[in-house]
């Protein structure tokens, strides 16, 4: 699972962090997923500094997830939400 925060004002990545398979695993109790299964994470943005003048930056957070099946065969999907001060 990849997060992105991206300043889309400024147009470039302000952070970006990966969490792999084992960092699943110790959130939700494990790395797998059944057919039709939802497993759910909320990312939270903290400390991302905002300047008292000027335009407030337009953020978007963009979450992409990498799935590999029993077969190995690899499947990436991505979502992306504008955030809202």
């Known amino acids: 699972m990849e997060v992105t ?8 990545d302000e952070s970006k962090v990966t969490l792999g ?3 699943v695993a110790r959130q939700a109790g494990t790395n797998r997923l059944e057919a039709k ?7 939270v ?9 000027g335009p ?6 963009i979450l992409g997830v990498q799935f590999v099946d029993d077969k190995n065969n690899t499947l990436f999907q991505s ?3 504008d955030l809202a001060f």
Do not use: C, E, H
Request: charged residues 15%; positive net charge; aromatic residues 8%.
């Open 79 to 81: 979502v992306q939400a």
């Open 45 to 53: 943005v903290s400390g991302y500094p905002i300047l008292a003048s």
């Open 21 to 23: 398979s084992d960092w």
């Open 5 to 12: 925060l991206r300043n889309v004002t400024l147009g470039r």
């Open 56 to 61: 407030r930056p337009q953020l978007r957070i």
């Open 37 to 43: 299964a939802r497993i759910g994470f909320q990312p």
